[in-house]
């Protein structure tokens, strides 16, 4: 009887191990992975953000040291670039050009939304003879290259005399020439029930109170999303400042950049890169703050139940 006892307990015991050991392995082979997963994650990270790394080490290094030395940790970091570009460049300050550029990019955003905003209500909202033809041609200015439309645009703004102006810059956000943003709008809009739409009208409402009091309240994770990306395509504009202005006091920061390289024979590396940190900063803040709007904006429905 003992003996018999003493056996199936042995079963059970030897059984109830099995799946314990199974499972330990299950547990050890998942840790396993996961850790190589985040070490393959952390060095994939590590390779984008040098750049951003160097930068902010040579920032802090002699031009010399920048140029000729390829070691990562500065031999006699100081902050004397930051103070040579917070001088500015031929008698400009450096605030001057950034407020060049921050009123370039809070008017792109401003005329970007707005513009954007009316447009894509009415592609979306109202029906009219040829709007899929219509929609259809904007869409397809998409696929149209900015660079075809250089010399047209230029010797039209020439022969209105705006060169050396911001209007080439702006006029086309004020107009909602950004498909892109119209396009992301519409797809938003057409996620909103028209139901809305049926009962503001039996209330009274114009197209104009049912933009301003329905639409624009429940866009709001499009605007934001298109405000960001306005933001940050206007404040790293190299091509279109340079094609259009010529008076180094209207510069923004991405011009401003290149008088460091051109403003005399030996080019001032050192405070070039400083700039370029500083010129950084804004956008860094502006994309961090508003980040979590970015996912909403682009994949969200227009209403949440």
Request: aromatic letters at 12%; charged letters at 15%; hydrophobic letters at 55%.
């Amino acid at each position: 009887m003992s003996t018999a006892i003493s056996t199936t307990t042995a079963a059970t015991l030897t059984g109830d191990d099995r799946p314990v050991s199974h499972r330990a392995k299950r547990r050890k082979g998942a840790l396993g992975r996961s850790v190589l997963l985040h070490a393959i994650s952390i060095a994939i990270l590590l390779v984008a953000l040098y750049p951003v790394l160097w930068m902010l080490v040579s920032s802090l290094k002699p031009t010399n040291e920048i140029v000729g030395d390829a070691s990562l940790l500065p031999s006699n970091a100081g902050f004397d670039n930051y103070r040579t570009a917070m001088a500015g460049i031929g008698g400009i300050s450096a605030w001057s050009f950034a407020w060049n550029s921050l009123m370039l990019a809070v008017l792109s955003v401003i005329g970007t939304v707005l513009s954007s905003a009316v447009t894509a209500y009415a592609f979306a909202r109202i029906e009219f003879a040829g709007r899929k033809l219509w929609f259809a041609l904007m869409i397809g200015t998409l696929l149209l290259p900015f660079h075809v439309l250089i010399i047209p645009q230029y010797i039209v703004f020439q022969k209105l005399g705006l060169v050396d102006t911001y209007v080439p810059l702006l006029i086309g956000k004020f107009l909602a020439a950004e498909a892109f943003f119209v396009f992301l709008m519409v797809q938003f809009m057409r996620n909103v029930p028209r139901e809305l739409d049926e009962a503001a009208r039996i209330d009274g409402c114009g197209h104009v109170r049912t933009f301003a009091s329905i639409m624009l309240p429940l866009m709001r994770p499009a605007l934001i999303t298109a405000s960001i990306f306005a933001f940050i395509w206007s404040w790293n504009d190299f091509l279109g400042p340079l094609l259009y202005l010529n008076s180094p006091d209207k510069y923004p920061l991405p011009l401003a950049l290149r008088l460091f390289v051109d403003q005399t024979s030996v080019s001032d590396y050192g405070a070039m890169i400083a700039m370029s940190v500083l010129a950084l900063m804004p956008v860094m803040l502006f994309f961090l703050v508003f980040q979590r709007f970015l996912v909403d904006g682009v994949a969200t429905q227009g209403l949440k139940g």
